[in-house]
């Protein structure tokens, strides 16, 4: 707290803050209190805050603050003072004062809040508060106020003398549960569970009952919530009984004047004449001099429709809504009814009475009711009497009610507007979107479809019937019965939705695969009438998420390969240096020689599989080089030949100058033979074998359908077959390693996973398309390279084996390996020490131990692989020469099958000839 800066503070809150320090003198106050109390930082800094403004701030309460109640607790919250200042009037302040003894030296920190707004609210609330309950009190008729729980909350007098009923057991019950019970009347339910939630305000509510201690009883029950407050009113009419006789022939009387405009209103369908038609209803059965209807605008302006009626003797012409002042306005936007009888003597017309418009008007006296739209005033129907008048409750009644009528006309007309501008806009949405939309019947049994329908499916328009049963033709077989029953079962449940994925058949036959949704319309008994959906091609999106799985598929398991593969190749390794070395013990021993060989030819088949699922794992060590594919091609076309039966005639296409790529040209033989011995399996009857070599460009599309694709320039080599080609079920599994349908002893199903690792591993790309009974056609890119001139190609000399005298640090967590290697070394004449891991192999050269080479496998445990060893040997030995090995190779080591520069590997597993002419090669190397 001692590096706080109180100043600073100040600088950062919208809140009027001061700082006094401990004489009461003012050492600054943030922009929100010169802005708030309207005075300068220059009046203000270096002040004592009582000759603040003049000696303005000199305030009784704000003393009292400063020098008794903050020295007394140190901190004082929601200090309320109120003053009258001269240059801002009357405020009411909260004032949260701190001394800050921590800050050098001490000062005290006033947040002082502007409440006066929110002072003078609550105080009006409570007033009203107060003066509601006073006249709750002093009404006449029996009033409750009842809780949102509907618990009585308070009762007048007259009340509980009417229903003749005391305090304790009114107050705090459920109203169903006064007098016993007694109140629990299924009309006074009606009235509070179910209309007043819906209406808020409800008027003239008649509930007939029987009461024990006072007899029958007819109510009319007055009912309006309060919902900022959280209460109801209830007020209740005990007279309604004496004039319920005399109003029911003015009840029918007015009812059947309602239904007759109400059938006049049914057919007109413009909004001026449905206005001009009520107002000549009204204005002619009141008698009234002018009927106006006005629109209203939340700027207070109006619209008055042009054509308004008038009994003849009057002009048409109205006075703005602006005329009325302020009371008018609030009111009717209030939701309440206008009635002046006499517009000379109502104080309420007073802004009125001088404006030239009132002395053309005959309005001496009006009923001015309000049209509600969603609870906000939009417009108000006004009737105009010559002379002053008295409105009986009755026409006042009648005028609302033709006001709501009006209102509800108006409202199927905008409606029925809205519908039309709706309806086109669905027009100009299914002109709009690639989609099918669709609109179901589903009373008649009829659809609708819109023009992509046909664009979608290729059907003829001339041909086909958009109705149900050509939609469940085309769903395909495997998928109807699952789409069908989940469609019905949606209709005749409650849902309000339903969507499906399937396939749905072409007009070529081919299926496309869609997403239907549907919006279900239903009626007030819940029964489906209407559907309205829209059907979405996405098939290219799902064959783009398969093709995505499937990579990511392949890729899994080419990680679990390349693990296994490393384990294999220890084991081998060790297997192949011991077999050499019994070769050469047993050269006189041709009954165990025979064996030796056995074993080093049963260790390199092991190896070869070995490769085969680290070229699926695209984790082989590759020699690419610039090649010429038609070159290769042309070297090993006899082979192929030879490969195939006399059945099978082979074709080549390779005329024209091709592009050269670089690629591991060993590897791509390998692949071309795998692709054509699974060609040949594919054509036990015999057919045509064609090796296409073609220049390709892959362009932005190309890369958008497959995943991996880079746009360029590429070398294409393609293997088609006219065999039996291959089930759609088949291909999504094609390129997965052990994966074959030959029989047992037919095939490992390493072929065709090889040929996808080598060519993803060389930053090529592969493509597959068959067609069952026509037959395969496998297409392999490889990038094309800037470099055209193939290099001859160098014998390279068989050479003897070859050891040394160095010093070589071994590092291999393989325990039989790592024996392995020291022996052959040895063996070699070198001096050699073995590691189990890296920290031990950088412990020994901290013990100043010289080495020459370091050899060292990738994957090693206790926190340090090969790399790494590598890095801290090179730090401390920066002569130390550096040879890697591995089971297969490492990211860190390698880029796409190629080492990085200046990196030296011996890839497992090895002879031991191999062994011994990398060591030299890297110790010789300067």
């Known amino acids: 707290m001692k590096n706080l800066d109180p100043l600073a503070i100040l600088k950062t809150l919208h809140q009027p803050l001061l700082v006094l320090d401990c004489n009461l003198v003012v050492k600054g106050a943030n922009r929100a209190f010169y802005q708030t109390f309207e005075v300068e930082p220059d009046e203000t800094e270096g002040v004592a805050i009582y000759d603040l403004g003049n000696g303005q701030w000199d305030i009784p309460k704000l003393r009292d603050l400063l020098t008794d109640v903050l020295p007394n607790n140190g901190s004082v919250d929601d200090f309320m003072v109120e003053h009258n200042f001269e240059s801002i009037g009357r405020r009411i302040m909260k004032i949260n004062a701190r001394e800050i003894p921590e800050h050098d030296p001490e000062v005290i920190l006033l947040a002082v809040d502007d409440v006066t707004q929110q002072e003078d609210l609550r105080s009006e609330l409570e007033w009203q508060k107060e003066l509601a309950e006073e006249t709750i009190d002093a009404s006449p008729v029996p009033f409750l106020v009842l809780g949102e729980d509907l618990r009585v909350k308070k009762a007048n007098d007259t009340f509980y003398k009417a229903f003749k009923v005391n305090r304790e057991e009114t107050i705090g019950h459920l109203v169903f549960e006064l007098g016993n019970n007694q109140w629990d009347i299924p009309k006074l339910r009606e009235l509070l569970e179910d209309v007043l939630p819906e209406n808020n305000t409800v008027n003239d509510f008649e509930v007939e009952h029987d009461f024990e201690g006072i007899g029958h009883r007819v109510m009319g029950l007055n009912a309006r919530r309060i919902d900022h407050l959280q209460l109801i009113l209830l007020s209740i009419d005990l007279t309604a009984h004496r004039v319920l006789e005399r109003t029911q022939i003015e009840e029918a009387d007015r009812r059947s004047f309602i239904l007759d405009l109400v059938d006049q209103l049914r057919g007109e369908k413009d909004a001026e004449a449905l206005v001009d038609v009520t107002c000549a209803a009204v204005g002619q059965r009141l008698g009234a001099a002018q009927v106006v209807y006005v629109d209203m605008s939340e700027s207070d302006r109006h619209r008055t429709l042009p054509r308004l009626w008038s009994n003849g003797r009057v002009p048409t012409t109205s006075p703005g809504t602006e005329d009325f002042g302020r009371p008018f306005l609030d009111m009717l ?143 395909h077989p495997e998928d109807k019965e699952r789409v069908v029953h989940g469609l019905y079962a949606a209709i005749e449940g409650s849902a309000s939705t339903w969507g499906e994925e399937y396939r749905f058949l072409h007009a070529d036959g081919h299926a496309l695969t869609v997403v239907d949704r549907t919006f279900i319309i239903r009626n007030a008994e819940g029964k489906a009438v209407r559907m309205i959906g829209s059907m979405v091609n996405v098939t290219a999106d799902r064959d783009m998420e398969n093709r995505l799985r499937q990579a990511q598929k392949l890729e899994a398991v080419g990680q679990m390969t390349g693990g296994v593969a490393h384990d294999f190749n220890n084991l081998l390794t060790v297997i192949l240096g011991n077999a050499d070395m019994l070769t050469e013990d047993l050269e006189d021993r041709q009954d165990l020689l025979r064996l030796a060989e056995m074993i080093t030819t049963t260790a390199e088949r092991g190896a070869e599989l070995i490769n085969r699922l680290l070229a699926f794992s695209r984790t082989q060590m590759l020699a690419p080089s610039l090649v010429d594919v038609n070159a290769l091609l042309n070297g090993i076309e006899g082979m192929l030949r030879r490969t195939l039966p006399k059945n099978i005639d082979i074709a080549f296409n390779r005329t024209g100058r091709r592009w050269k790529t670089e690629v591991d040209s060993s590897q ?208 401390m030995r920066p002569e130390m020469k550096v040879l890697f090995t591995s089971g297969y190779t490492e990211k860190a080591i390698v880029d796409c099958g190629r080492l990085d520069a200046n990196v030296e590997f011996l890839s497992k597993p090895y002879r031991r000839a191999q062994l011994a002419a990398k060591v030299r090669k890297v110790l010789d190397c300067r």
């Open 333 to 475: 936007r209030q939701g309440q009814t206008i009635v002046i009888e006499n517009m000379q003597e109502d104080a309420r017309a007073k802004p009125a009475r001088s404006l030239a418009s009132f002395e053309e008007t005959p309005a001496a006296s009006l009923v001015y009711a309000p049209l509600l739209d969603d609870g906000q005033v939009c417009a108000f129907l006004g009737i105009h009497s010559f002379k002053p008048h008295r409105w009986p409750p009755a026409d006042v009644k009648l005028i609302e009610e033709v006001a709501e009528r009006l209102r509800d006309a108006l409202a199927r007309y905008r409606a029925e507007a809205e519908l039309r501008a709706s309806e086109e806009r669905f027009f100009l949405v299914t002109k709009a979107t690639n989609d099918v939309i669709w609109d179901w019947d589903v009373i008649n049994d009829t659809c609708w479809c819109n023009e992509n329908l046909q664009l979608m499916l290729g059907y003829d328009a001339a041909q086909m019937e958009p109705d149900p049963e050509f939609w469940e033709s085309g769903i």
């Open 668 to 875: 791509l033989e390998s692949a071309i033979l795998n692709l054509t011995l699974n060609a040949r399996d594919a054509m036990p009857e015999g057919g045509i074998l064609t090796i296409e070599i073609a220049n390709a460009e892959l362009d932005e599309d190309d890369a958008a359908r497959e995943q991996g694709v880079v746009p360029g320039e590429y070398v294409m080599l393609s293997v088609t077959d006219t065999g039996e080609g291959i089930p759609p079920d088949v291909m999504a599994r094609i390129f997965e390693p052990f994966f074959t349908t030959k029989g047992v002893g037919g095939g490992s199903g390493l072929g065709l996973s090889m040929v996808y690792g080598f060519v993803k591993q060389s930053g090529g790309h592969i493509q597959i398309a068959s067609e069952p009974g026509k037959g395969t056609k496998v297409k392999l890119y490889f990038l094309r390279s800037p470099a055209q001139d193939v290099p001859a190609e160098v014998p390279e000399k068989k050479k003897k084996i070859v050891g040394g005298a160095e010093a070589i640090l071994v590092v291999e967590d393989d325990t039989m390996v790592r024996e392995y290697l020291v022996n052959q070394l040895k063996g070699l004449g070198y001096h050699v020490v073995g590691a189990a891991s890296g920290p031990i192999a950088v412990d020994l050269l901290k013990q100043a131990q010289q080495f020459d080479l370091l050899l060292t496998d990738i994957m090693l445990p206790d926190g340090m692989n090969g790399h790494q060893v590598a890095d801290a040997v090179r730090k």
